[in-house]
């Protein structure tokens, strides 16, 4: 449950959008006008505003209620958006330059942006008024903001206009800078802004030197800067602020919302701005839509428990294929005869009736699953973030949404690492760490592996780690596999039967089912398209490029 202060802290982050015309007003015009300077950001109580204000942007809901961050997964090989809206047209490789979900996400980070901008812009007049101590740290929590919100416009679209104050209408043709430059300003704020940061935040949900850190990290690994990705979580590590959770499957539930493995989250309150997570993960059967749903592939890739792919295990057994696997395989994702929101889930088109465990005496109850043409198309559903909480407060879940947890770190700092060549004990253990922690519990990495074959045992701790949290978006673009796992069918189970034999899995991890003989039953829930020149970012939007003639659209587009 949340504390009083992390209650108090999201009432004030929300209510600053209704609570002042003004701060509507002055802080929601980007990037062709400016606000008026003549009275607001005078003294602590509108510094604390508009602070806040600039933490809103956060909670941006992206396409169909669910929070932006965590779309991303459905545009990745790991999962599907069923809805047939812009994002699922940006998943399948055909979106063009006015994709309303673009268009979308534009808009939404640069507000992020220019709140940012506005702050920083005015906060020259606050010395002598605000306590040094105080307005510096809050200013290195709007600078951390404005990097977090450029590092995802400078990913999904690959280098874009880099604003650090708020322009005229003069102004406003801007060229877009190169993703490297945008890449090196959000690390070099990051290295400003560190010292200015308190190690454990006052307030749950303010940014803390570890969070800035993890931007860092995260910046750096994505663009292939080894050396500071390391140097960042290497740092983070040492700081000592964080831990791994001993229950995995905890950390993606309330209860797990103040573990020491959150580093940053996206804070949520019920009824004052929430998303709508529950009714899209649900089950029919609890009455969700089961919208968004991981695929066939993302299944299969968890290894057995005695550290090896499902083709190579003797521990493998197609006739009980969920057995003896990664234990995140089923805190990440509702398989088959599993209970989910007090209802045994269940697909098969033969099982009308199933276990409903809500009430005092287990009943029977009609299978939606099985008879809801709109059920979940792959056979699976995701169980991160979905919690039984909600089930009488479907529409209005308020669980936060992770941005950087602990285990993300060691993971960024082994790759870095390994792609470094530098592979000594400490990256053993950064893996190892993850892997043997109490609930998941598999075998160790040993040592003297070669770069290759490190190289592929972090991509598939990544993906086993990290699968359902919007991150493997841009581990396929990096690792430059996109092109293979996005090009062609995405499957999902077959609906009346089990997979005769286990599919190949290859070094990446990645899921084969030429040798399965009866993948033509697999069901195809749609077949994608990625071309490599131009499917590693998305378009610039239409609209800005007519608006802003500086600005140049993302090749093919």
């Not at 791994?244 to 499957?249: M, P």
């Not at 075998?443 to 991150?471: C, D, H, N, W, Y």
């Amino acid at each position: 449950m949340k504390t009083m202060k992390q209650v108090k802290f999201i009432i004030i982050f929300l209510g600053v959008i209704t609570a002042s015309s003004c701060s509507k007003k002055y802080l929601e015009r980007f990037p062709l006008d400016s606000p008026s300077t003549a009275t607001f950001l005078s003294n602590e109580a509108e510094l604390d505003m508009a602070v806040t204000g600039s933490y809103q942007p956060l909670q941006f809901i992206g396409e169909d209620a669910v929070p932006f961050i965590l779309t991303l997964e459905y545009v990745s090989d790991n999962g599907w958006e069923r809805n047939p809206n812009q994002l699922q047209i940006i998943g399948k490789g055909i979106a063009t330059s006015d994709n309303g979900y673009a268009k979308t996400v534009w808009d939404a980070l640069y507000v992020g942006v220019s709140r940012c901008n506005f702050i920083l812009s005015n906060a020259d007049r606050l010395n002598g008024v605000v306590a040094a101590d105080k307005l510096n740290r809050v200013l290195g929590e709007v600078r951390f903001l404005r990097a977090y919100y450029y590092f995802y416009l400078n990913e999904v679209f690959g280098g874009v206009p880099l604003l650090t104050k708020t322009v005229s209408l003069a102004e406003s043709q801007v060229a877009r800078n190169t993703k490297e430059e945008v890449v090196n300003f959000i690390i070099s704020e990051m290295d400003a802004i560190a010292s200015a940061l308190p190690v454990v935040a006052g307030q749950m949900g303010r940014v803390t030197r570890g969070a800035s850190l993890a931007l860092k990290s995260r910046a750096a690994l994505f663009n292939k800067k080894w050396d500071a990705a390391a140097k960042a979580a290497s740092d983070l590590m040492q700081l000592g602020s964080n831990e791994l959770h001993g229950n995995y499957g905890e950390v993606f539930t309330y209860s797990g919302m103040t573990s020491p493995e959150i580093i940053f989250a996206i804070q949520y309150l019920r009824s004052m701005g929430t998303h709508g997570i529950s009714r899209r993960f649900y089950s029919r059967t609890a009455n969700g839509f089961s919208s968004k749903v991981p695929a066939q592939v993302v299944v299969d890739s968890y290894e057995c428990t005695d550290g090896l792919t499902i083709d190579k295990s003797p521990l493998y057994d197609p006739t009980k294929p969920w057995d003896n696997r990664d234990p995140r395989l089923n805190f990440s994702i509702v398989l088959p005869q599993t209970r989910f929101i007090g209802y045994v889930f269940e697909t098969h088109p033969d099982s009308l009736l199933t276990w409903d465990y809500n009430g005092s005496v287990p009943q029977r109850v009609a299978n939606a699953d099985a008879i809801n043409p709109l059920a979940t198309f792959t056979g699976y559903l995701w169980r991160k973030y979905a919690s039984p909480e909600d089930l009488n407060n479907i529409d209005q879940p308020d669980i936060n949404v992770i941005v950087f947890r602990y285990a993300e770190i060691l993971l960024n700092y082994a790759e870095a690492k390994v792609e470094l060549n530098q592979i000594d004990q400490s990256v053993y253990d950064a893996i190892n760490l993850i892997r043997q922690r109490p609930s998941v519990n598999m075998p160790p990495i040993t040592a003297g592996k070669t770069q290759a074959e490190m190289r592929f045992i972090v991509r598939r701790e990544r993906r086993s780690e990290l699968a359902g949290e919007g991150v493997r978006w841009f581990d396929i673009r990096r690792w430059e596999i996109a092109e293979t796992v996005m090009n062609g069918p995405l499957l999902g189970r077959i609906r009346d039967r089990l997979l005769s034999n286990a599919p190949r899995v290859d070094d990446n991890g990645l899921p084969h089912y030429e040798n399965v003989t009866n993948a033509n039953l697999m069901r195809v829930i749609e077949t994608r398209t990625f071309k490599k020149d131009r499917d590693n970012v998305w378009p610039i939007p239409q609209s800005e490029l007519e608006t802003n003639k500086a600005l140049e659209q993302n090749p093919n587009y």
